[in-house]
C-alpha cells in the first residue's frame, strides 16, 4: 500500500458566492476545489438535483475514490450491482473500479457534496459536460477525453432496472 502525500502550501477557501455554477435546473454543478487547489488531495463539487434528476450515468473511476455525501433530500446512488437509496446526513464512498452512478429519487430533489480523492482536474470535464447540455459538442466527444478526467461510462443492467 503507497501513501499519498499532497502537496501544497496556501489553504483552500472556497466562498459560496465565489464559487462558479456550471448548469442550473436540473442539474447545478458547484466547482468548489480542483486537485490543483488542493495539491492533488481531492477534486470537490456540490450537485444539486430537481426531483428525479439524473446526476451521473454509470462509470468507474481508476484512479480514485468517490464520496457522496448527501446535504438534503434523497438520492440512488449505484454502487457495483447495488442501488441504495441515501438520505440527508447519509455518506457512501465508492473504490476505485467500482461502477457506480447517482439520480435523485422520483419526486425529490438531492443535494450532494461529492468529494474524489485523490483529486482529478474535473473542473472543464463538468464545463464540458454543459457545452453538450447546450448542443456546443457532442455526448460521443465524452469519449475523447475519459483519460484525462479518470471517468469511464459503462452499462448497468442493475441501474436500468431500478424504476421498472
Known amino acids: 500500500m503507497s501513501l499519498f502525500v499532497p502537496r501544497f502550501e496556501d489553504t483552500a477557501l472556497v466562498r459560496e458566492a465565489g464559487a462558479e455554477v456550471v448548469g442550473g435546473d436540473p442539474v447545478a454543478i458547484r466547482l468548489l476545489a480542483d486537485s490543483s487547489a488542493t495539491g492533488g488531495a481531492l477534486s470537490t463539487v456540490r450537485v444539486t438535483l430537481a426531483a428525479g434528476a439524473d446526476g451521473a450515468r454509470p462509470h468507474v473511476h481508476h484512479r480514485s475514490a468517490e464520496m457522496f455525501y448527501l446535504l438534503d433530500g434523497a438520492a440512488e ?3 457495483g450491482d447495488d442501488v441504495v437509496t441515501a438520505e440527508r446526513g447519509d455518506l457512501i464512498v465508492v473504490p476505485p473500479d467500482r461502477p457506480h452512478a447517482f439520480a435523485a429519487v422520483p419526486g425529490a430533489t438531492a443535494d450532494l457534496l461529492v468529494v474524489i480523492a485523490p483529486g482529478v482536474e474535473r473542473f472543464e470535464y463538468f464545463r464540458h459536460l ?7 459538442l457532442t455526448p ?4 475523447e477525453v475519459q483519460e484525462r478526467y479518470d ?3 459503462l452499462q448497468s443492467a442493475a441501474w436500468d432496472a431500478r424504476h421498472r
Open 77 to 79: 446512488v449505484l454502487s
Open 130 to 136: 454543459q457545452r453538450i447540455r447546450l448542443g456546443e
Open 140 to 143: 460521443e466527444s465524452l469519449l
Open 151 to 153: 471517468n469511464h461510462f
